[in-house]
């Protein structure tokens, strides 16, 4: 016959060690929402792609910075036929340091045809699938556009 012995739990002592080189995501200091350099990219490619005058909205998340590169996304509604909108996602990444300060990448992708309320869903899930604790925060198209 086997008798185990209960013995109190012994305490653990861990210790983290994470050096100073890993990257930190954190958010851009860059000013107002959807306003800075790589937005600006991001608006210029948009307005060849959809005329500024059939927005119905902007979204834009927080831009966010690691090591040398910010990223941002947008969700953009343009108008269509009828009641319905069509969305689009539209991100970007631009270099902010180092010798090749200023380059970058935008990336616009048609992703729905939908009733307007459905869009306040979309804008959800989107803010759920890139893991964002804060919604997107619509601003104007005047602020990349300068229409009303």
Same mark, same amino acid.
């Given at each position: 016959?086997?008798?185990?012995?209960?013995?109190?739990?012994?305490? +653990?002592?861990?210790?983290?060690?994470?050096?100073?080189?890993?990257?930190?995501?954190?958010?851009?200091?860059? *000013?107002?929402?959807?306003?800075?350099?790589?937005?600006?990219?991001?608006?210029?490619?948009? /307005?060849?792609?959809?005329?500024?005058?059939?927005?119905? !909205?902007?979204? #834009?998340?927080?831009?966010?910075?690691?090591?040398?590169? &910010?990223? *941002? =996304?947008?969700?953009?509604?343009?108008?269509?036929? !009828?009641?319905?909108?069509?969305? +689009? $996602?539209?991100? +970007?990444?631009? $270099?902010?340091? *180092?010798?090749?300060?200023?380059? !970058?990448?935008?990336?616009?992708? &048609?992703?729905? =045809?939908?009733?307007?309320?459905?869009?306040?869903? #979309?804008?959800?899930? #989107?803010?759920?699938? #890139? /893991?964002? $604790? &804060?919604?997107?925060?619509?601003?104007?198209?005047?602020?990349? +556009?300068? =229409?009303?």
């Amino acid at each position: 016959m086997f008798v185990l012995e209960s013995h109190p739990p012994r305490p +653990y002592l861990a210790v983290l060690f994470v050096p100073d080189s890993l990257p930190i995501e954190s958010r851009a200091r860059s *000013g107002p929402p959807g306003v800075g350099p790589g937005w600006l990219r991001l608006a210029r490619e948009l /307005a060849g792609q959809v005329p500024p005058e059939e927005l119905q !909205g902007v979204w #834009v998340f927080p831009a966010v910075r690691r090591e040398d590169h &910010e990223w *941002g =996304t947008a969700i953009i509604a343009r108008r269509a036929d !009828g009641e319905r909108i069509r969305i +689009y $996602t539209a991100r +970007y990444v631009q $270099t902010i340091q *180092g010798r090749e300060r200023g380059q !970058g990448r935008v990336a616009i992708e &048609e992703v729905a =045809t939908c009733p307007l309320p459905v869009l306040y869903e #979309v804008l959800k899930g #989107v803010q759920d699938r #890139v /893991a964002e $604790t &804060e919604p997107p925060v619509e601003i104007s198209p005047s602020v990349w +556009y300068g =229409t009303p």
